[in-house]
Structure formats: C-alpha cells, structure tokens
DNA sequence: TGCCTTGTTCAATGAATGTTGAACAATTGA
DNA sequence: TCAATTGTTCAACATTCATTGAACAAGGCA
C-alpha cells in the first residue's frame, strides 16, 4: 500500500482532525482534493498555496491526521482524500466543510 | 444582547472555527453544552475540564470563533452554543461533530 | 553516466498556543 | 459595610506551530 505511516481508521482522533483542518492552507487542500473529484494529485499541484517545503509539512500534518492518502509513485505522491473511511468514522462531517467552501465557477 | 464581543454569523470563518474545535478541552466543553441540551451554563459547570483561568481562556477561543454566545447575568456567565447560527452558515457540521463525540450514558 | 524533476529533511526563526498563579473587578447577599 | 462567589486580566513560561532556505534523497530519462 504505502511506505508512509498513516492512522488506521479506529486511530482517527477528532480534535486531531479539526486542528489539521484549522489553517487555511490545509483547508484549501483538502478543498481542492474534494473540488477534483477526489481524484489523486501531487504535491506540485498545490503549489500556488505555498512554498515546496511548506507543502510537504501540511501534507504530514494531513496525512497524520488521517485525512489524506499519500501514496509514493515514482518520484511523485500521490494524494488523495480518505473520503471513504472518513464518512464512516465522521458521518457527514467532511461533506459539511466541503460544502460551505467557495467552490470555483466550472 | 451581550456586551462581549461576539463575530456576526456572516463573520463566522470555518478556519478559526475549525481551529476552535481542534483542542480536547474546547471540544469537550462544546460536547458538553450539546449534551446539556443546548441549554446555558455556567462557567463554573466545566471546572472538571480545567483551571478557571484556563477555562476563561478557551471560552475567549470559542466565542470569538463564533461557537457559543456568552451572556453576563448576575455575576455569572451564561454560556450557550450559537446552534442556529452555526447551522445556518455551516449546514450539518454541528451534528456531525457533536455525532461522533462520545455520549455519555443515562 | 549525468541531469532533471519531485519531494523530504534539517536547522533556524518568529509567532501563536496553552497553562499557571497572583491580583483584580463585579455582583450578590448577609 | 463586609465577605463570598464568579470570572477576568496580567505576566511568565514552556511548547508547539508555520515559514524559510539550504542541503539532501530517489526516480525518471537522455
């Protein structure tokens, strides 16, 4: 699966998640990853958010917290949303702060 | 109304609010007033969950993320979740916060 | 092999956070 | 008026957080 650690989903702590959501720059990825269909994308595709450096310590922040799936694929991640075990432990819960994000204009 | 100073519902910010929730303490105290039916409390009915003085401190927090209303009376303060408001401006957050919180038996 | 791309690690820094105890303010009630 | 109750404010402190740049790894590809 992955070489990086990631919480397992009775692992998954809620404040630790609300606090990972509570930056702005954190939100916005989690934002844009549910905005592209929860499809995967890479570090670099976040990039207009913020330095190389910085992106890579939100991302261990989001990943710890069990929000995201990073998945080594050659010399990329591929990130993507735990969508799936996070409506199972959080029912409801990422839909609501998804919903009341701007959403960009198709 | 209230002589503290409370952010407008259309003020709310669900980074802050997001940050607000992401401690145990301030989460429980949120779990606690849903709990209590949304009724008022006091805010010497948490001193279970800390000092006064750090009570007073995360009670600020929340406030002024727009989580609860806090109304002087008496030498009192009467603390209540901004239910409304906050279902208004985030629909079903609240609930799926206060959904995965532990409950406490009858 | 060598270079480019992608992303991490490290050390340093300044800001924000959470906790504590002492002192203070405001109201209530005897 | 005096004392008790309820909370806030303040300064101090240690911790964590977010950001930066330089250096480093690991693959891909010519």
């Given at each position: 699966m992955s070489t990086l650690p990631h919480p397992r989903l009775d692992e998954l702590d809620l404040a630790q998640v609300l606090a990972a959501l509570g930056d702005e720059t954190r939100l916005a990825i989690v934002g844009t990853l549910a905005a592209n269909d929860d499809d995967a994308m890479t570090c670099?595709?976040?990039?207009h958010l913020g330095s190389k450096t910085g992106l890579s310590y939100h991302l261990a922040k989001l990943r710890e917290a069990g929000l995201v799936n990073v998945q080594p694929e050659g010399t990329k991640r591929l990130i993507s949303l735990r969508r799936a075990d996070l409506d199972e432990r959080f029912p409801g819960f990422l839909a609501s702060i998804i919903a009341c994000r701007p959403k960009k204009p198709a």
């Amino acid at each position: 699966m992955s070489t990086l650690p990631h919480p397992r989903l009775d692992e998954l702590d809620l404040a630790q998640v609300l606090a990972a959501l509570g930056d702005e720059t954190r939100l916005a990825i989690v934002g844009t990853l549910a905005a592209n269909d929860d499809d995967a994308m890479t570090c670099s595709q976040f990039l207009h958010l913020g330095s190389k450096t910085g992106l890579s310590y939100h991302l261990a922040k989001l990943r710890e917290a069990g929000l995201v799936n990073v998945q080594p694929e050659g010399t990329k991640r591929l990130i993507s949303l735990r969508r799936a075990d996070l409506d199972e432990r959080f029912p409801g819960f990422l839909a609501s702060i998804i919903a009341c994000r701007p959403k960009k204009p198709a």
